[in-house]
Each structure stands twice: as structure tokens, then as C-alpha cells.
């Protein structure tokens, strides 16, 4: 199965949360995250540790990229 | 940077300091109740420029210059200044002007939401009830792919604009300007709008306030639609910390009075106060944020966030020129009249619930993860 991307760059709150939870209710085990701001970056952080799924973050100029990992 | 405010305890300091400083504000002149609103201190701000003539509510309030100005300056200072904009602007002016129409039926904002029933106003409990209802409403089109598309990296100076606009209305305050006779700028001789704290200490706590809020992130609406959403209770800890700190300072300072009638600047028409802010909450949550976070985000260089807080300047000179505004209730020769909006009034909440479904059935976009 290929790797998912969730590009949420600039998505105003809380859709970039939205879509994350969505991926989570549909069970994907591993995607990435594409956001542009440190806000976006944090909610999407807290809501993957809220779920108990690690993640870890690199960034590309403006963009961070978060990869989930169950 | 890690930002120590991103977190559990970061959020509950700013709730608390929010509270304790606001409940200090009316005790050193602000309104009862109104220690701070982001609605209330806008329509003065209205007022102040001439947009609308009541003249018991005009008066550049240097706590919103502050919020915007803190807002930008610790940005900037943190790397988190990033000008942006394109995310269907005009939607945002119009769901500011109607935010502004909802709040002034009720007479608040969150903020003030929760400042009232610090002081024991119990009205506002109608009012977060319809907020918690406009925001549920908001939750369900967000998860059914409500957006307002994205924004887009812009010039760095064009972030300056609305922190510009503050600053210039900050000293239109400070020299008491006046470009006519008996012309604006105004400031109110009576009423709220003549009821303020010293200036400076207006603005030291608007800047206090823009820059706890800008590194915490503190939004009512999201503490509210989190909670609907992911049960996530975080920005909700620092909302509940600002409603025990000022309501403790309420009861230390004697300035809590607990009931419906006989509530500073409010009133107890029920169902009004009921759907003013269930309309506004609604619009909260479709922009993304209650008003003191437009206004932080505005700060950061988010000139989609400056739209909405120009539109809810714009929706006070409406409310005001048009007689929707809420009028508090009023004892006249021993006789208790329950204020309340007029037909106008509520004839424009309708339009104005209409107007944001009608937005979140149509602004939707496929979801494809």
C-alpha cells in the first residue's frame, strides 16, 4: 500500500485536525502530514499522541513534515 | 523554540491571567462585567471612528490594539510571524459582520460570556448554551468537509496592515484626536463607552493578553469544538481556568451579584440571548476561531482573520445603525422593563443563521485522505 499524504498546508483550524482523525477512523497505520504553521503542527501533534500513535517531524523550508506511525 | 505555552499548564496560566487581569480592568474603570470583550470593545472602537452614533458606547479601546499589537510583536520575536491570505475572504466579512450582530443581541463575546457569569450574571448561561449549540452545528459540517479552501503565503509587510491600523487607533487615542467639531474622533461623555481604565494600563494588559494568547493558542470557540470533535480538552482547561480566576477576583473584590435581572449591561430576554449567541458561535466556528483569536491571528499576519475582525467592526456599525443591538434591561420609576432586541434584531440573527447554513452546506469540499 503506498504511503498517504495528507497535504493540510494552509488549512485554517481545525481541518488539518479534521483529516487526521478521519485517517485514523479509517485505520490507516502510517501517513504523512503536510502542515505550514507551528499551530497546525502542534494540534496535529497532540492529537496523534492523544491516539497513541508516535510521530515524528521533519522540515522542507516552510513545511514541517509529520510522519505517523502506529 | 519549544514553547512552554503549547502545553497543558501554558494554557491554564493564560485562562487564569486572562480572568484575574480582566476582573482587574473593570475594577480600575472598565464596565461591570466587562473587564474585557472583544465584541463590546470593537463596537466602541465603531463607535469611536464615527461608523455608528450611539454615543454611550464610542471609545478606542486600547486593550484590542494591544491583543493585535502583542500578538504580532511576540510572533515576530518567536519566528512565527507568516503573512498569509486568499481563504475566501469576502465569506469572512460577512460571517464577522453577523458574528458581531449575534454577540450584540446578547451583548458579549466568549470572553465577556464568560466574565458575566463570573460576576453572576446567570443569563449568560442561555448565551454558552447557544454557543455550545452554534458550535455544534459548525462541528458537524466540519466533518463533513467544510472549508473555506486554503491560504496563501504572502509579502511579509502585508501582515502589517491590521497591527498598523491598531497602533494608528492606539494614538488617535493617546493625542485626543479630533478632525472637526463635535466630529470624530468620539469619545463617550456617559454610558460604557465613558467607562475605562487608564489608558496605558489598557494597553499594557491588551499586550499581555495578545502575547499569552499567541503562544497558547486560547480560543473559546476551539476549547468548545474540540471537546465536540476529537474530546480533546485542551484549549478548554485554560477557558474554564479564566472563568475560576475571575470569578474568584469577582468575589474578592465584591463584585459579584448573582441572578438574572438587574445585570450590568445585559438583559433577560432568554431566547435571545439564546440564538444571538448560537449565531454567533455558529460563525465562530465556520472562520475558525472566537474573536480574541482573530484578532491574535490577525496579529501573526493572517489577513483572512483581519477580514473577519474588520467585518465584526463593520457588523457593530450595523447593529447599531439599524437598531439590532440588544438593549440591557432598565428600572424606570420603580418599574423593571427586560430589555432585549427589537424586531429588526431579530429578523437579522434569522438572516444571519441562514446566511452561515447556507455557507456550510455549500462551501464543502470532497475529503480525500
Redesign the interface.
Known sequence: MSQKTIDARGLSCPQPVVLVQKAINEGLSSFDVIVNSEVARENVSRILANNQIKSEQTRDGDDIIIKAVK | MR?IF?GRVGIIITGAIIGLVAVLLQYLGNPANMGICIACFERDMAGALGLHRADAVQYLRPEISGIVLGAFIISLIMK?Y?P?AG?STAIRFFLGIFAMIGALVFLGCPWRALLRLAGGDLNSLLALLGLICGITVGVIF??HGY??G????NKKASGWLLPACMLVFFLFNLFTVSFSENGAIFFSAKGPGAMHANLWISLAAGLLFGVLAQRS?F?TM?SI??VI????F?LLSGVLALLATALVGNLLLGQFKPGFQGQPIAHSSHLWNFLGMLLAGLAFALA??CPGRQLILSGEGDA?AGIFVLGMITGAAFAHNFSLAAKPDSMLDGVYTIGGTGVFGQAAVIIGIVFCLVIGFVMREK?E?
Do not use: Q, W
Open positions: 514553547n503549547s512565527e507568516r498569509r481563504s466540519l466533518k472549508s473555506l486554503r491560504s496563501y503565503s493558542r480560543c476551539g469544538r474540540d470533535l476529537a474530546r480533546d485542551h475558525g476561531g483572512d475529503m485522505v
